[in-house]
């Protein structure tokens, strides 16, 4: 039979098992940090890991630098709703001087910025006081599968050459779901047309002048719409969220807006459209620079600090699991009997050319519960899923990805991994009501006393 040209075959091979473990965590974004905090701090032996050599996710590898969904709007007051193991982070950040004071975002809801080198800190020395066990540098690259089809150990690609881990159980919390689709777990990606939300490649500038600069963010939009009227720009999405950081003359910038060749949302799990995305996403820092220097107030002088390591990615493979949160959930204000904590954030759809943003009622309680279900697969029963991976259809994701709710599916994740373990069950068959009642005493918020 001729051979597909198109395909090369590999020698098979046998890989060095590097470590075993109770729980291991794929991914150190604020879903993996949460999850190995928690069933760490639960006393199971867990293993973080990571293909950067730091930990925070798309808050440090994309630059977002800054906390959504920590704080709602309930019942017309502002306040965090968000507490457990996001409480020790933001203390650990705060501490090395990384952390800013909320700001109004439509004066609706609050958001936090922080330096991503504090975060960065903070999460190494949060994990390693619990004793989690972090393996850096460790790019993950498909599964072994046992009889019973759950997963018996995760390959790695490292500096020393590819490797196995074993673990009993996994939380998927690598953002694009890898974990989730090499062991099987049915997933889906994109809307009913298949778009994703736009991918945007951060950056920072300094040298602002603060005083001259003012509240720049709220004169951005109509200086940019001038600016693309009379010929000078084109921008890539209306709008820009411009904002100063906590030291001096320094602010971020979140406006680019990354198309495939297809001219629909670059899709972060295919290689070459991730590849010329990073350079896309240049191109337009450049081109928005040169547009701030030359017509923001306070900008002339500033000059580029840094470009993110990677194009942000919001949103890639989601979960198709026990129980799918919805959109209308979220504006709905949804209970779950099930409630592992809360999302307070709005939707915040970035769709071609714009951001759509949708609010639940200003006299709701302004956010909803997120159900233990929505971490559970389907097919594979030592697998976790938390984090914009997790199981949520494309409009809810658009709001829970946020670091916010990431950080309450993870702490859920890795305490229901320990309590789990503790029973000699699957992670699907623990007593709910004990999780919560955990949670709870760990200083996790589960919303039920406003409804
Ligand atoms: C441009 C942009 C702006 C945003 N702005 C905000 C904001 O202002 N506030 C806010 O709260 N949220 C914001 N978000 C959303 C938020 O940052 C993310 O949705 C959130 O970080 C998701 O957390 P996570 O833990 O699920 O995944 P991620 O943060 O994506 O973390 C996943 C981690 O897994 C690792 N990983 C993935 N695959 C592998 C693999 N195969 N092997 C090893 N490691 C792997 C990655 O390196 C990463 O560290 C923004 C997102 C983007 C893209």
């Known amino acids: 039979m001729p051979t597909d040209p198109s395909a090369l075959n590999e020698a098979a091979r046998r890989t060095p098992l590097l470590a075993e473990t109770e ?44 906390f959504c969904g920590l704080h709602g709007n309930v ?62 540098h460790a790019q993950a690259a498909g599964v072994a599968l046992r009889d019973d089809g759950d997963i018996d150990a995760l390959f790695v690609e490292t500096r020393s050459g590819r490797r196995a881990l074993r673990a009993r159980l996994f939380i998927d919390c690598s953002g694009d779901g890898d974990l989730m689709h090499w062991a099987g777990a ?9 778009e994703l939300l736009y991918p945007t490649l951060m950056f920072r500038v300094a040298g602002v002048d603060d005083a001259r600069a003012g509240e720049a963010w709220r004169e951005v939009g109509p200086r940019m719409l001038q600016a693309q009227r009379a010929g000078r ?21 979140n406006v680019t807006q990354i198309r495939n060749a297809q001219g629909r949302a670059m899709d972060g799990t295919d290689a070459l459209q991730l590849s010329a995305g990073e350079v896309e996403g240049r191109r337009q820092v450049r081109d928005f620079f040169a547009f701030l220097r030359a017509e923001m107030p306070g900008f002339e002088n500033a000059y580029l600090l840094e470009i993110a390591p990677q194009v942000g990615i919001r949103e ?16 709905g204000c949804a209970s779950f009997d099930d409630a592992i904590g809360v999302n307070a954030w709005p939707l915040e759809q970035h769709v071609a050319g714009d951001v759509k943003w949708s609010w639940p009622s200003e006299q709701s309680r ?40 990431c ?45």
Not at 44 to 56: A, D, M, S, T
Not at 77 to 105: C, F, M, S, T
């Open 186 to 194: 049915p997933w889906e990606q994109g809307d009913a047309h298949g």
């Open 23 to 66: 729980v291991l965590v794929l991914g150190g974004g604020p879903a993996g940090i949460a999850a190995a905090a928690s069933a760490a701090a639960a006393g199971r032996q867990v293993l973080l890991v990571e293909r950067y050599g730091f930990l925070g996710g798309m808050g440090t590898a994309a630059g977002v630098t800054n």
């Open 316 to 331: 890639t493979r989601r979960l198709r699991g026990q129980a799918v949160l919805r959109g209308e959930d979220v504006l």
């Open 366 to 405: 302004g956010f909803n519960q997120l159900p233990w279900r929505m971490l559970l697969p389907q097919r594979v029963s030592n697998l976790l899923v938390a984090g914009r991976c997790a199981s949520m259809d494309a409009v809810a994701q658009s709001a829970a990805r946020v670091s916010g709710g």
């Open 75 to 136: 019942h017309g007051e502002l306040k965090r709703v968000v507490h457990g193991v996001a409480d020790e982070l933001l203390q650990r950040i705060d501490a090395l001087g990384g952390l800013n004071e909320p700001h109004a975002i439509f004066g609706r809801t609050l958001a936090q910025a922080y330096d991503g080198a504090a975060y960065k800190c903070a999460a190494d020395e949060l994990l390693l006081a619990r004793g989690v066990q972090l393996l850096f």
């Open 407 to 451: 950080f309450v599916m993870g702490e859920a994740a890795g305490l229901g991994a320990a309590l789990a373990l503790r029973a000699g069950r699957a992670p699907a068959d623990i007593d709910v009501a004990a999780l919560q009642a955990a949670l709870e005493q760990q200083g996790a918020y589960l919303g039920r006393d406003i409804h």
């Open 233 to 253: 720009y084109r921008f890539a999405r209306q709008g820009a969220i411009l904002r100063p950081m906590k030291h001096a003359g320094e602010w971020r910038v």
